[in-house]
């Protein structure tokens, strides 16, 4: 493969909450990687904004600490990181008051792109477009981008999207999901409209049923105070595993364009049908002899929060009427895992009699460890013995196909940064999808309030509550086993 870096025009760059944790380990490392890659134009700014008090200096050496803390590789020799850490500054600013600001907005470059990354709580979103817009920083070049939690609710997330609506136009924001960065996310699409083999038989007729699994081995850790108040549901599912499902389940958009995509994903959210409650199953971990279980970790010993959440879903549209999505999530599970599998139905006739048992095409699409695709083929069993039959994996890992190149491929956050300097939405939610995402999803986390919904225990280290292989065996299917 040759590697094709396009870099990108000269731009400024604001992370407000630039000495924060998700600045510190996924922003900055990947900011450098991007500009070792060539991407970066000699000309770029970056300004880490946050309430702690600090020089340029300051900040450069703690961007320096943290390239090299929670950079993937060893910082390359040759003054890469030095150079890098020349087009850094940083600016005090109080997002809820005025300290700073004049200072900052001196600081920004006129007629460039300019981003504004709010890697900071979603209470001070509306403060910080508020002032951008103040201070004069808001221009039609300027683009902001908001992490998640977009919203706790549907309520809340309508709020922010009006207040960020008040000072910016759709076009200007960018709602990161970073599963969307992920590349082979992106290669469900190019596999799914790229081919001819695989669209024909992408519906009922043919697919039987497909699941999606995002398994975590850790636990809430320090992260319980917030985890509590949001749960598997909230952190996992209305997000990433509803974008999962959406690029998965969508029509074909005309064009490979931001609102063609986000068109064809928001009709898949409309056409989800609630959720039976007897079609969800709740979790939370157990204590080990070693480590807390859910409760300890959140200091709440009556919590109904769950960590782990298994659910069937419909969609309700000619495409897929009739094929359930299997959805499951956990903490403390197994094996930290992320697949798709799209599990074909049987052929309708099996011309080698019943001795030969059943075969399934399944299309595994492996978002970690080894990013890369699967597809499991029935073929016969070499040898002698007759006509038996064997599923033998067609494997195709990244990391294989690319060879050396596949060290170059960008990380979900550095992908993202990179697309919102060149302002391609395409893989950002737009409000009206996450808006519709929360409207299904409200209905279910009220139905085990009324309900008071306590979640089943199930083991550290296990797959999920046995409810959960329960949800499965009672359609006749299984699980695809949690396995690294
Ligand atoms: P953090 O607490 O580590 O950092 C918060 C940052 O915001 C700090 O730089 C702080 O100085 C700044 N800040 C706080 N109040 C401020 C104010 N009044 N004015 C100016 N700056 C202020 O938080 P984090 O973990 O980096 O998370 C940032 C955002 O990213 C949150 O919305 C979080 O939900 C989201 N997020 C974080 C992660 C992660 O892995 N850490 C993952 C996904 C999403």
């Known amino acids: 493969m040759v590697s094709r870096v396009i870099p990108v025009d000269p731009f400024d760059l604001v992370i407000f909450g630039g000495t924060g944790d998700l600045a510190r380990r996924k922003i900055l490392p990947g900011l450098f990687r991007r500009f070792c890659a060539g991407q970066m134009p000699e000309e770029a700014q970056i300004i880490g904004a946050a309430r702690s008090e600090m020089d340029d200096d300051g900040y450069r050496?703690?961007?320096?600490?943290?390239?090299?803390?929670?950079?993937?590789?060893?910082?390359?020799?040759?003054?890469?990181?030095?150079?890098?850490?020349?087009?850094?500054?940083?600016?005090?600013?109080?997002?809820?008051?005025?300290?700073?600001?004049?200072?900052?907005?001196?600081?920004?470059?006129?007629?460039?792109?300019?981003?504004?990354?709010?890697?900071?709580?979603?209470?001070?979103?509306?403060?910080l477009a508020e002032r951008l817009h103040q201070y004069g920083m808001a221009s039609g070049q300027s683009r902001i981008v908001v992490e998640k939690p977009f919203g706790h609710d549907l309520g809340t997330a309508k709020a922010l999207n009006a207040v960020l609506a008040q000072?910016?136009?759709?076009?200007?924001?960018?709602?990161?999901?970073?599963?969307?960065?992920?590349?082979?996310?992106?290669?469900?699409?190019?596999?799914?409209?790229?081919?001819?083999?695989?669209?024909?038989?992408?519906?009922?007729?043919?697919?039987?049923?497909?699941?999606?699994?995002v398994a975590e081995t850790v636990g809430v850790g320090g992260r319980g105070g917030y985890y509590d108040k949001s749960g598997a549901?909230?952190?996992?599912?209305?997000?990433?595993l509803m974008q999962l499902l959406c690029l998965i389940a969508m029509e074909p958009p005309a064009k490979f364009e931001p609102d063609?995509?986000?068109?064809?994903?928001?009709?898949?959210?409309?056409?989800?049908?609630?959720?039976?409650?007897?079609?969800?199953?709740?979790?939370?971990?157990?204590?080990t002899e070693k480590e807390p279980g859910y409760r300890e970790d959140v200091e709440d010993p009556k919590s109904r929060t769950e960590s782990f959440l298994a659910m069937k879903v419909h969609i309700s549209n000619w495409r897929w009427a009739g094929t359930p999505f299997y959805l499951r999530t956990g903490k403390r599970l197994r094996a930290r895992t992320s697949e798709i599998a799209v599990v074909f139905k049987d052929a309708p006739h099996s011309i080698f009699g019943a001795e030969a048992g059943r075969h399934r095409n399944v299309l595994i699409i492996r978002l970690q460890p080894n990013e890369g695709m699967t597809l499991d083929v029935t073929i016969k069993e070499p040898g002698p013995g007759g006509m038996r039959l064997v599923d033998v994996p067609l494997d195709m890992t990244f990391a294989d196909a690319l060879g050396p190149d596949a060290d170059e491929v960008p990380d979900a956050y550095e992908r993202l940064i990179m697309d919102v300097i060149r302002g391609n939405q395409t893989l950002f939610m737009r409000g009206d999808e996450v808006e519709a995402a929360w409207a299904w999803t409200d209905p279910i986390i009220a139905g085990w309030?009324?309900?008071?919904?306590?979640?089943?225990?199930?083991?550290?280290?296990?797959?999920?509550?046995?409810?959960?292989?329960?949800?499965m065996h009672r359609d006749g299917r299984k699980w695809r086993e949690i396995k690294a």
């Open 233 to 240: 549901m909230r952190d996992m599912v209305q997000n990433h």
């Open 449 to 471: 309030a009324a309900r008071n919904d306590v979640p089943k225990t199930y083991d550290a280290g296990s797959a999920g509550p046995e409810d959960s292989l329960m949800l």
């Open 260 to 287: 063609s995509v986000r068109d064809e994903k928001l009709k898949v959210i409309r056409a989800l049908e609630p959720v039976e409650p007897h079609h969800i199953v709740r979790g939370q971990y157990d204590a």
């Open 167 to 213: 000072h910016f136009d759709e076009t200007q924001i960018y709602r990161i999901d970073h599963y969307l960065g992920k590349e082979t996310v992106q290669n469900l699409m190019a596999v799914r409209f790229g081919n001819v083999l695989f669209e024909p038989l992408w519906n009922a007729q043919y697919v039987d049923h497909i699941q999606v699994t």
């Open 61 to 127: 050496q703690l961007v320096r600490d943290a390239i090299e803390e929670f950079g993937d590789k060893p910082v390359p020799e040759g003054g890469a990181l030095d150079a890098f850490l020349a087009r850094l500054g940083y600016v005090q600013v109080d997002a809820t008051g005025t300290d700073g600001w004049e200072e900052l907005s001196r600081r920004i470059t006129e007629d460039r792109v300019r981003a504004f990354y709010f890697s900071v709580g979603p209470s001070l979103f509306g403060d």
